[in-house]
């Protein structure tokens, strides 16, 4: 056993999960992690049910340092979306990203790494499915979970006050058009981000400006 999570059975046929199942998931940006769960209770897990099970990794040895006690992560079979597990215990200690990784003085002040997860977080179509968290796994190999966690809550808050605040807020919908000058507004506000994920913050920001 690598792990106990606590998972949740959101299958849309409605089906139960058993025990000895076997799922994947994804730990790390192309790196997909097939395991198998043993219910401890032994009972099945019926639809939108939760119970605590035993993780086994098959291949444990190629996901080192990619888990952290709470992580969320979604479950799948083949294509479908068919869960999500909450970690709550770590058995297996070459999993445990916090035995390995230290935080840095104030991840915060580093331009580039604020920029290269700012990028990763407004990606659209097929790079939506893969969380935020496995994206930066791959990006920033040597992050801690401290400034995972850190990271994750400023680029999200960032995000959302300029396509809401920033572009939603000030649009006018009789003209078509921002009542502010939105990239002056940003670059007021956001220093230092970049021309590249500005762009793409104005090409979302005009999206949900016009869809809501």
């Not at 106990?4 to 994947?24: D, G, H, L, M, Q």
């Not at 407004?122 to 994206?135: A, T």
């Not at 919908?173 to 994920?197: A, C, F, G, V």
């Not at 793409?200 to 016009?210: F, K, R």
């Amino acid at each position: 056993m690598d792990i106990i999570a606590e998972i949740i059975n959101n299958r849309v046929r409605k089906t139960p999960f058993y025990n000895n199942s076997k799922f994947f998931c994804i730990l790390k940006e192309n790196c997909t992690s097939t395991f198998k769960i043993c219910i401890i209770n032994k009972n099945n897990i019926e639809y939108h049910k939760k119970e605590l099970c035993g993780i086994c990794f098959l291949s444990p040895k190629y996901y080192i340092y990619t888990l952290w006690k709470e992580r969320v992560i979604e479950i799948f079979e083949k294509d479908l979306l068919v869960g999500t597990m909450i970690v709550k215990e770590i058995k297996n200690p070459i999993l445990n990203r916090a035995l390995k990784y230290k935080n840095q003085e104030n991840i915060l002040n580093d331009k580039t790494t604020l920029n290269t997860a700012l990028k990763r977080h407004l990606e659209w179509g097929k790079e939506m499915k893969i969380s935020f968290e496995s994206k930066l796994l791959k990006d920033i190999p040597n992050i801690s979970v401290g400034d995972i966690k850190k990271l994750t809550e400023y680029i999200k808050n960032i995000s959302e006050n300029i396509l809401w605040d920033i572009y939603y807020n000030n649009y006018d919908r009789k003209t078509d058009k921002l009542k502010i000058n939105s990239l002056s507004e940003i670059k007021n506000k956001y220093p230092w981000i970049d021309e590249e994920n500005l762009k793409i913050l104005h090409t979302q920001g005009m999206y949900y400006a016009w869809h809501g």
